[in-house]
């Protein structure tokens, strides 16, 4: 028997889509906690009524569009590998950063809503995890006795932090260069000799 995820009907979708175009729009003119769901409704032509269809209120809307963003994003990368290069991966999750840049670049960088940025970060820590564990003690980190928990930390907030700056600048780089400094970032790291 085959176990097909349910299709959800395309107007949810397209009424969802307008929600959180709507969202980003209105978080380039005003403060998260100004935005009402009359406001929010009228930008995104609906009526407060559907918007109570599909969300509890704002802050469950954010949440969900947190956890979509996960999802996108982990639908375009492959499972982790022991084996497999990550510069494939790094390319697509780039190329799906640049095609949604406004949504990234407003959510990502917005203070007064970290649950995006916090929710990219738990992503990568455990990509992070996956890959360094994958590779056991061949790995490059545990021969060089670099402490997870750090590698970790490190990798994940720089990643972050290069994508926010990148969206900020209005990409001048295209993903598959911004992957190869990365791959280039990466292992002069790891073969750099501390003294």
Not at 16 to 39: G, H, P, W
Not at 69 to 87: C, F, L, T
Not at 104 to 121: A, E, G, M, N
Not at 133 to 151: F, H, P, R, T
Request: net charge neutral; hydrophobic share 45%.
């Amino acid at each position: 028997m085959d176990k097909k995820k349910p299709r959800t009907d395309p107007r949810i979708l397209r009424t969802r889509q307008l929600l959180k175009n709507a969202f980003v729009e209105l978080l380039q003119e005003m403060d998260s906690e100004k935005i009402t769901v009359n406001r929010l409704a009228e930008r995104a032509t609906i009526n407060r009524v559907t918007f109570y269809l599909h969300y509890q209120d704002i802050p469950d809307m954010v949440e969900k569009m947190a956890e979509e963003m996960i999802q996108d994003i982990s639908a375009v990368v492959s499972p982790v590998q022991a084996n497999k290069e990550v510069y494939e991966d790094m390319v697509k999750f780039l190329e799906h950063i640049a095609d949604n840049a406004q949504f990234y670049k407003v959510l990502l960088t917005s203070k007064s809503l970290p649950i995006f940025r916090d929710s990219l970060l738990m992503l990568l820590k455990e990509r992070i995890i996956s890959r360094v564990e994958s590779k056991g003690n061949d790995s490059a980190v545990v021969k060089a006795g670099i402490k997870k928990d750090i590698l970790i930390w490190y990798d994940a907030s720089a990643l972050i932090g290069v994508i926010v700056s990148w969206l900020q600048n209005d990409m001048p780089y295209t993903p598959v260069f911004m992957a190869e400094q990365f791959r280039l970032l990466h292992s002069r790291a790891i073969n750099v000799e501390f003294k």
